[in-house]
């Protein structure tokens, strides 16, 4: 009976000398029950890989709830008090720690405190930044060993276990206040580039509203920031920097991931230089000179009004250059040609001139490119003749001389128009054939009795004269010559047509041959871009929205900050990453995947049969819709 009693005695004499340490719940409103209940687990697994059984116990949650006089009185204390220490007291507890979480911009700020309940004192603490649950669970089975090791008696402390002598002098002494300390994350401002420059930049999967687009600066915490550097036909840029300093300058190389195919238009003898090659590259319209592609295989096609279309398929590889030698492959349009010549009402035999060669005489009949210049006589007079392709054109030129049909001046006169065709238009007003003449429509006044060309030729002092200004043959009918200049009237305006035109009486320049509006297009390399603010986009590969241009997949217009383009489908964007939104969502720039059409977080919860289940306690998961949670307890609504 004695030796139960002293056994009994030195049992209850351990159990008493042992510390007791307990884990309040996680506290912040950033995170949701669900989480907060994981990031205390594993606060509390941490603490028992730390603190030997022997000398530690570790109060169950519910032992604490009892001890705080219930779970309604538990919640209670936790909003009233304001001193952890304050609810380790009522636990009747040695020490007490808790994790609690802020939002601290687009990061959760965690921080994890320890108190000695006797002497209201701070064992050990740390502070760490994640930007979701996880990167909080990793911190705190990281860093919270180390918080519960300072504990004496614990396996980092344990010659404190083990000896009972007391070193001598003065220790421990604490002062209140110790002045200010700021412990707030510091920035810095940095300066930004690429090589090329225009990319666009993400900081820890952020993008900046301050710096869309290289060079430029940015505001950025101190510490380690990734930075990932994108461009169209660039390999992604992605390195980690450490910010230290303001003014701090960053420089990333975008290596390309293009090849170029180099196209230079070519003209035969200056035939159609006045109008465009039209290229398409996978059906997709493009522009002469060099372009960059992607590494593919692609299909190209030119066409011009004067030249047969060419075709051709073209391999790129990354880094290098093919060139096309379109000199060597272009062939003029033709046409059939049959011209005739009368003087007088009677054929005559004039030679004839194709881009300034002599091909013959009249009556001639040959194949004609149909944009080539024709003329006939001695003095080269230009034949208005409308050629077509792969078809045969009659006409006859008469000249100076004209035959007049009427019968009178009160008939319909249907005069024959000066080197007449089929394409001139007649005169349907009453005129006097002896006084007047028609072409193509209008009605003119003969020059000492005979008509002319008024396309070609003045009238003064009664004499019809070929209009030339400074030797260069023009159009009096909407060109005028002044000081050897040809210029063109456009209401009150005059301009150079050679580069400018006239619209709604508005003088706009040219882009090779076609008049268009500043305001909505931009010219380079005598090819016409819509405008998209400051900048030109191709409509078949971008879309202009805001004054900003977006990239077309497919046909559907999308932000590349967003999301991403495969194959000409859209993949939604999160941070860094792409994912499936059928199979996964984005929470906090971090993917997890979908049970069902909720998305939820491995980490703390399972999905069955489509049906999210949170964890509670260590092992525990249930149903939130059915079940609920209380200190690591299912229990059923």
């Keep these: 009976m004695n030796l139960v009693l002293i056994l009994l005695f030195f049992a209850i004499a351990a159990f008493a000398q042992q510390t007791s340490v307990a884990v309040l719940p996680s506290d912040g409103t950033v995170l ?25 116990t570790l109060l169950k949650q519910d032992v604490v709830v009892k001890r705080l006089g219930g779970a309604e009185n538990f919640i209670k204390e936790c909003k009233e008090s304001t001193c952890i220490v304050d609810l380790g007291k009522k636990a009747q507890v040695d020490y007490v720690a808790q994790a609690s979480v802020i939002k601290l911009g687009n990061r959760i700020r965690l921080k994890v405190e320890l108190y000695n309940v006797r002497t209201e004192g701070l064992v ?153 090659w039209n290229l398409t590259i996978n059906g997709k319209s493009s522009s002469l000179g060099e372009i960059r592609l992607s590494p593919n295989k692609y299909s190209v096609k030119l066409s011009h009004e004067c030249y047969e279309s060419i075709g051709f398929d073209v391999g790129i590889n990354k880094g290098k250059r093919e060139v096309f030698n379109m000199a060597g492959n272009i062939t003029l349009k033709k046409g059939g040609l049959n011209l005739s010549a009368e003087q007088n009402g009677q054929p005559a035999s ?22 080539a210049k024709v003329e006939i006589g001695k003095n080269k007079e230009f034949v208005d003749v409308k050629l077509k392709y792969n078809e045969k054109v009659k006409y006859t030129y008469k000249g100076n001389i004209y035959e007049s049909k009427s019968q009178g001046e009160n008939k319909v006169s249907n005069a024959n128009n000066t080197g007449s065709s089929s394409a001139l238009k007649k005169c349907d007003a009453v005129f006097n054939p002896n006084k007047k003449f028609c072409y193509d429509g209008e009605i003119y ?35 005028i010559c002044k000081k050897n200049n040809i210029v063109a009237e456009c209401g009150a305006a005059i301009y150079n047509p050679a580069t400018h035109g006239c619209k709604d009486n508005t003088v706009l320049p040219k882009c090779g041959t076609v008049v268009y509006d500043p305001s909505k297009h931009i010219c380079k390399d005598n090819n016409l871009f819509p405008k998209c603010g400051a900048n030109i986009y191709n409509p078949a590969t971008h879309f202009c929205e805001y004054n900003t241009v977006f990239p077309k997949c497919g046909t559907i217009v999308y932000d ?78």
């Design 560 to 637: 590349p900050a967003t999301q991403a383009c495969k194959g000409n489908v859209l993949i939604s964007r999160c941070g860094t990453n792409v994912y499936d939104p059928a199979t996964h969502g984005c929470k906090d720039h971090t993917v997890f995947p979908k049970c069902g059409t909720i998305i939820y977080d491995p980490a703390i919860q399972v999905c069955k049969d489509n049906t999210v289940f949170s964890r509670c306690g260590a092992t525990e998961y249930y149903n939130p819709q059915t079940q609920e949670c209380r200190f690591g307890a299912v229990f059923q609504k």
């Design 445 to 479: 006044n003969l020059c000492d009795g005979v008509p002319y060309n008024p396309t070609t030729h003045i009238c003064s002092d009664d004499i019809a004269s070929r209009a030339l200004c400074n030797g260069v043959q023009y159009n009096p009918l909407i060109h």
């Design 124 to 276: 050990g603490m740390f502070n760490d930044e994640a930007e979701n649950i996880r990167g909080l669970l990793a911190a705190v089975k990281k860093k919270a060993p180390e918080v519960f090791g300072k504990i004496s008696g614990t396996s980092s402390n344990s010659k404190d276990a083990f000896t009972n002598s007391v070193a001598g002098g003065i220790s421990g002494v604490q002062t209140a206040g110790g002045g200010y300390e700021f412990d707030g994350e510091k920035s810095y401002l940095v300066n930004l580039s690429t090589e090329p420059p225009g990319a666009v930049l993400s900081f820890d999967g952020v993008p900046s509203a301050s710096c869309t687009k290289t060079p430029c600066k940015a505001e950025l915490r101190e510490g380690n920031v990734r930075i990932i550097a994108m461009m169209e036909q660039h390999e992604k840029a992605d390195t980690t920097v450490s910010i230290k300093r303001n003014n701090q300058n960053i420089a990333m190389t975008l290596k390309p991931n293009f090849g170029v195919l180099q196209i230079n238009p070519v003209y035969l003898d200056g035939i159609g230089k006045d109008i465009q």
């Design 350 to 371: 004039e030679p004839i001139f194709v881009n300034d060669k002599r091909v013959g005489e009249t009556p001639f009949s040959g194949s004609v490119p149909i944009c």
């Design 32 to 56: 949701n029950r669900e989480e907060l209940e994981a990031l205390t687990d594993e606060m509390r697994e941490a603490a028992l890989k730390i603190l030997p059984t022997s000398t530690f």
